[in-house]
């Protein structure tokens, strides 16, 4: 028990802090636990998207009279049919559930196609045409970034700009004993789950309700909301067990275009990414790059850092404006550095969208300020462990963004601890 | 030649939302029988949050973990719980969770302390008795749930915790997050200088997560962080050509498998967070993000030449080696 | 096309039922008899999500064509438990915390059954081995490889109770 009887009581004990089984784990390991693609429901229906095979164009027409004519097709939905607000965002609603104006990556989705069966949903799908005009299109945040570049979402390219300054860099810079500057670029990455995404929707008792793979179904409700143009509490979303998230499964993928299908036609709806389509439609990892310079005093005490980030997050915002951000918040490393000057940037492209992934962009500048580190102990001949236990935040600590450090701040442990273990194994011999 | 290195990775991974509000929610409901119904927005997509609120709540209410019931991700009857990102779900639902079974407790206790002519604060719930000041009493928890309904008191409880953060400031300036977890891995590579395959033999990762609830989940976190981070390090990336992913299969996109698992030593470090549940703040991403740094660092600790593009591929290690052949221009 | 008479044992129990002959296996588990504890990952044979047993030896059931598993023994996830009791294997799984999100479980499983069946005592560089077609990305394949020897160990004392 917490409070007075300060945990003594023996129940306590026994259940924080001890590896008690997952509460789903026996319907996984025998196979009946149902994942949203292992649903069916009586008279369910089969749904795909048709996406854009070109980065950036404007998007004329959709002639899908030939695909509704197909045998076994109940309908083919595009932009028009979209009853409430079709664009959706995390954080800013810049995406379409159906493209409607411009086409900005290939696999934007275009046209939604309904059928009975998965071989009618496959004739119907290559009997689309779809008329669009291509526009000059950016694949860089460097070129986006440039004058003149085409304006993807109607203004500038860079979606969002985050500054952090303390102290006075340049003073410091110059007092140094060693600094080092370096370009790191770090690669774009797929989530990967073993799922790919699923869902399944239909009208229960006049309730939209979706069963889907998802990592936030309250944001999911709030966007099928939205686009159905009907209030939240019209709309349930059940979680389904969902197969690994990472990240990649927080944007909207099968949601809208599920509530809008089962709305419209009234009976249960399936749809299910093929792995393909999972890898070329949803969110990576930000590709950044990061110019970094860190200086430090005979010691091998830090005195300042400089840090450029530059994030590409594609199409669309997604957590791109999160991930930079916290990226720059970050962007010290655990260390005490009383001097800063760090920018990031999340910048537009027509690549695919980068959004939330395991770390949210430290992972990125991790990779920068380690590299870093080890280059200024090499300057100075200090050992790895050495330079950090020098720097790392200690309970009082003050961060880049001025935050004090108060409580749990148990970085020196971890030091120690992976050096102990490392030394322990064996690891360390012959090394240092 | 094979090459063995050492590198070192630190981080620091601030809990939740960035300088923004991300409340979390959770009813509870301590039904007649002493089982328990918790209903939470908090979606587990296998790190285990289901498992550790249902530990929290049993913590709290002293009844076993077979005796909750969790609810998950259901719009229909849990509270929005915000998203399962930022590692911020035993954090802040976990709070969340635990508010919702204080207050449902404290209907019990108010019960009891009637019965036992006691204050309620000298009371506690555990292994199906009510305690006082850490005696057992004879008064079993069924008897005052049962007294409770007789009197027409319901014993739910909700609960919400939103991390106290501010904004940043023109200058970024601010209190973005309200705790950050830690950690260190060190790596051990064995780097083959004939085709520059990188093999990681050893990893020890040590993660400062507060308090760990569910120790085998937080191991489990940590090992699956680290070889997504190896994927990251020497393995992964999407192609892209004028905007199309190029290698959208797993044939063509390279994962790490069960033969590049290295021995992985996952060290909890427990420096407990006072705003956490029970201490917790979280490690899900923490897991992955020193690890691409430690290699690289290891990398260039076995050859003497540092790598500043990920992913460390072996036609990036074997060019790099020819070129130092040529010019000989080392590390730093 | 027409169908043709699709007879197997799944999971012990006779299965006679008309079967397109281009489905694959994986479709009439799932869709046609309602196995869906069997996974699709990537429908390329790339992931081991659908891995069952053909006559005991693991296959991805995305690149069986059902005709080439007419009249074989089958063994998905759902025959695994013998009345209602968790095999060693599925209990072992379970205590040493080898399952995460549970998508690659069924057919990390099968896997596993397949190597225990043949060789009852594995070393961990063979169960990595047996395994190293079913693709995880939760859990660094740490537990999964200690949930094998577990298991190993479990089955190895109960063969020497019989």
């Given amino acids: 028990m917490t409070g007075q009887a300060d945990g003594k009581m023996p129940a306590v004990s026994s259940v924080i802090g001890r590896s008690c089984p997952r509460v789903d784990g026996a319907d996984k390991v025998t196979g009946s636990a149902l994942f949203a693609a292992d649903r069916r429901m009586e008279g369910m229906l089969y749904a795909r998207v048709l996406r854009s095979t070109v980065p950036h164009a404007v998007l004329r027409r959709i002639d899908a009279e030939a695909a509704r004519a197909v045998p076994g097709v109940a309908a083919v939905y595009t932009a028009a049919d979209i009853p409430g607000e079709n664009r959706v965002g995390i954080i800013v609603k810049d995406e379409p559930v159906l493209v409607d104006d411009?086409?900005?990556?290939?696999?934007?989705?275009?046209?939604?196609?309904?059928?009975?069966?998965?071989?009618?949903?496959?004739?119907?799908?290559?009997?689309?045409?779809?008329?669009?005009?291509?526009?000059?299109?950016?694949?860089?945040?460097?070129?986006?970034?440039?004058g003149g570049a085409p304006a993807i979402h109607g203004q500038g390219n860079i979606q969002s700009v985050t500054r952090i300054v303390r102290g006075d860099v340049d003073s410091a810079l110059k007092e140094a004993r060693a600094v080092i500057s370096r370009r790191y670029t770090t690669q774009m990455v797929e989530h990967a789950y073993l799922e790919p995404e699923a869902g399944l929707a239909?009208?229960?008792?006049?309730?939209?309700?979706?069963?889907?793979?998802t990592q936030n179904p309250h944001y999911d409700r709030r966007e099928v909301a939205r686009v159905l143009g009907i209030g939240q509490n019209r709309v349930r979303v059940v979680q389904s067990p969902t197969g690994g998230g990472f990240g990649g499964k927080l944007d909207i993928s099968v949601q809208c275009l599920l509530g809008l299908a089962a709305w419209k036609t009234g009976r249960p709806v399936r749809m299910v990414y093929s792995r393909e389509e999972s890898m070329a439609a949803s969110p990576k990892r930000h590709p950044c790059v990061i110019d970094y310079t860190s200086a430090c005093d005979g010691d091998g005490r830090l005195l300042a850092v400089k840090v450029k980030i530059v994030g590409d997050t594609g199409a669309y915002a997604s957590y791109g404006p999160a991930t930079l951000k916290r990226a720059a918040v970050h962007a010290t490393g655990p260390y005490e550095v009383p001097n800063v000057f760090i920018e990031s940037y999340c910048v537009y492209t027509n690549n695919p969208t980068a959004g939330a992934m395991r770390g949210f962009g430290v992972p990125q500048v991790a990779f920068a300020h380690e590299s870093q580190m080890d280059l200024l102990a090499g300057a100075l001949g200090l050992d790895p462990f050495t330079i950090r236990l020098r720097n790392c935040f200690r309970p009082g600590g003050v961060t880049a963004t001025g935050q004090r450090l108060l409580h749990s701040v148990g970085i020196k442990e971890t030091i120690d601890r992976a050096r102990a273990k490392a030394e322990e194994l064996g690891m360390l011999e012959g090394k240092r | 030649m094979k090459k063995r290195g050492i590198g070192v990775g630190c981080m620091w991974y601030g809990i939740g939302n960035t300088g923004a509000p991300n409340p979390a929610g959770a009813f509870l409901d301590f039904l007649e029988d002493g089982t328990v119904l918790v209903l939470t927005g908090c979606a587990d997509i296998g790190q285990g949050s289901s498992t550790a609120l249902a530990q929290i709540a049993a913590g709290e209410l002293g009844v076993n973990i077979e005796d909750i019931l969790v609810v998950a991700g259901d719009t229909g009857v849990s509270p929005d719980a915000g998203a399962t990102s930022a590692s911020r779900q035993t954090y802040i639902s976990g709070n969340a969770v635990l508010l919702a079974a204080r207050q449902a407790k404290e209907v019990l206790l108010q019960e009891a302390a009637g019965v036992l002519g006691a204050a309620a604060s000298e009371l506690g719930l555990g292994g199906g008795y009510v305690w006082r000041g850490g005696e057992r009493t004879p008064v079993t928890v069924k008897d005052i749930l049962a007294r409770c309904r007789q009197k027409g008191k319901l014993t739910l409880g909700s609960g919400w915790f939103n991390p106290l953060t501010t904004g940043l400031d023109e200058a970024g300036q601010g209190v973005p997050y309200a705790t950050y977890s830690y950690a260190t891995q060190v790596a051990e590579v064995e780097v083959d200088t004939e085709t520059?395959?990188?093999?990681?033999?050893?990893?020890?990762?040590?993660?400062?997560?507060?308090?760990?609830?569910?120790?085998?989940?937080v191991e489990g976190q940590i090992e699956g962080g680290c070889l997504m981070g190896i994927g990251y390090a020497l393995l992964e990336e999407v192609k892209v050509d004028r905007g199309r992913v190029g290698n959208p299969r797993y044939a063509e996109y390279i994962l790490p498998m069960s033969l590049d698992a290295p021995e992985i030593h996952a060290i909890i470090v427990e420096d407990p967070e006072p705003t956490g549940p029970y201490g917790a703040k979280g490690v899900g991403e923490p897991a992955l993000i020193p690890t691409a740094a430690a290699i690289a660092n290891a990398v260039a600790d076995a050859l003497g030449v540092r790598f500043y593009d990920l992913p460390v591929t072996p036609e990036k290690i074997l060019a790099a080696l020819t070129a130092e052949g040529d010019h000989k221009s080392p590390d730093e | 096309m027409k169908p043709f008479r699709f007879r197997a044992?799944?999971?012990?129990?006779?299965?006679?039922?008309?079967?397109?002959p281009r489905r694959r296996l994986l479709d009439v588990l799932r869709e046609d008899l309602g196995l869906t504890g069997t996974k699709e990952?990537?429908?390329?044979?790339?992931?081991?999500?659908?891995?069952?047993?053909?006559?005991?030896?693991?296959?991805?059931?995305?690149?069986?064509?059902?005709?080439?598993?007419?009249?074989?023994?089958?063994?998905?996830?759902?025959?695994?438990?013998?009345?209602?009791?968790?095999?060693?294997?599925?209990?072992?799984?379970?205590?040493?915390?080898?399952?995460?999100?549970?998508?690659?479980?069924?057919?990390?499983?099968?896997?596993?059954?397949?190597l225990l069946d043949k060789d009852p005592r594995p070393t961990d560089q063979a169960i990595k081995t047996a395994v190293s077609g079913n693709l995880c990305r939760c859990t660094g394949y740490v537990k999964i490889v200690k949930a094998v020897r577990l298991a190993a160990a479990r089955l190895a004392r109960e063969e020497g109770a019989v």
């Avoid at chain 2, 395959?197 to 308090?211: E, M, N």
């Avoid at chain 3, 044992?9 to 397109?20: A, F, H, I, K």
């Avoid at chain 3, 379970?94 to 099968?110: D, F, H, K, S, W």
């Fill in chain 1, 102 to 146: 411009r086409i900005r990556r290939v696999g934007d989705p275009l046209a939604l196609v309904v059928a009975g069966n998965e071989q009618a949903l496959a004739a119907a799908m290559s009997e689309i045409e779809v008329f669009y005009e291509e526009l000059p299109a950016v694949f860089s945040p460097e070129e986006a970034m440039a």
């Fill in chain 3, 41 to 114: 990952g990537c429908g390329e044979g790339e992931c081991g999500a659908c891995t069952v047993l053909l006559d005991g030896r693991p296959v991805n059931a995305c690149l069986v064509l059902a005709p080439e598993a007419a009249g074989c023994d089958i063994t998905t996830i759902e025959g695994v438990a013998v009345e209602g009791r968790l095999h060693p294997i599925q209990e072992a799984f379970l205590e040493a915390g080898a399952v995460q999100c549970g998508y690659c479980t069924p057919g990390m499983i099968l896997a596993a059954k397949a």
């Fill in chain 3, 9 to 20: 044992t799944v999971n012990g129990r006779p299965v006679d039922l008309p079967v397109d």
């Fill in chain 2, 196 to 217: 520059g395959k990188v093999s990681v033999l050893r990893l020890a990762a040590a993660h400062d997560v507060g308090r760990a609830v569910n120790p085998q989940a």
């Fill in chain 1, 202 to 213: 239909a009208v229960v008792d006049g309730l939209v309700t979706i069963w889907v793979s």
